[in-house]
């Protein structure tokens, strides 16, 4: 009978030999891989992408495009690009986004507010993030009194009201970027502090979690190498989210005379300062080219955090259109 089993598995192995030239080849692909090949298979993350790329490309570049056309962010140039009335000129060789009601060349100022609106979103979302995420994981793992002082805390910040809190900390330290960043910061992080505790308290019930307290684990381990991994996609979506949020948050301020100080260039304070007197009347491209600059950052930034969404958690669009089929049929 061992014999037999012998010679059966003698042959087997022959055959899978055999045939081993004509098996196909299965590559294995890291997650990364995975996410970046369902990233390109969608032409509107794909665009938002290159979009956000050159953005930062421009705002990183905003000194070249100074040396470029020859003119700064705050140089007046009265006698090219305003006309003889003192109207500003439109889009011509010279100023090819137009000049302001001072003189200045709105594609300067538009390349250094670019400038401005990254940094402020990209540092404000981190650091909203970083609070956000460090709370919620807090008041999910551990439950009782800690979930209800955090829970409550969440409630407060987001039950004031922004421009109120904004408008009394301006009046009192008067408006600059670190202010705006921070005001900004105050007001995001609940959002992604309420999700991050909702599935901190579903990880932690979980039977790893469990095997790791059983052996002996402390809070800070399992917090760290068990339940942050896990929280990894949640954390890169919403962080994602949070930069045109941001962005939007520091356009208001700038607008309302609350964040960037002038004459320093904020896409929120052309705008602003494209309503005094009303010049926009007749000078559109004041408000159109700030307004463009602003609507499309955001706009891809949002187009850009759906994409990763799907690309990471394929499944989860997956449940969204078959919901929707579910409500067309009912």
Known sequence: MGQFQTRNQKATTEAE???????PVVVQRSSASLTFRRLARDPASVIAFVFIIAL???AVGAPL???????GPIEQYRETALSPVGLPVGPNAEFLLGGDQLGRDVLVRIAYGARVSLLVGVLASLLAATIGVTVGMLAGYFGGWVDVVLGRLMDLVMSVPFLLCALALVSVFGPSLPLSVSVIVFFSWTTIGRVIRAETTSLARREFVQ???SLGAGHGYILLRDILPNLALTIII?????IPNAIVFEATLSYLGMGIVPPTPSWGGMLAEAGANSIYLVAWWLVVF??????????AFN???DG??????PSARGRAVLRKKKKTKG
């Open 17 to 23: 030999t055999a045939e081993a030239g004509d098996a």
């Open 56 to 58: 930062v490309a421009f």
């Open 65 to 71: 495009v100074e040396a470029w056309t020859g003119h």
């Open 211 to 213: 095997a790791s307290r």
């Open 238 to 242: 919403y962080t994602t989210m949070l």
């Open 290 to 299: 700030p307004g463009l600059a602003l609507l499309a950052s955001t706009l």
């Open 303 to 305: 187009i850009l955090g």
């Open 308 to 313: 990763l969404r799907d690309a990471l958690d």
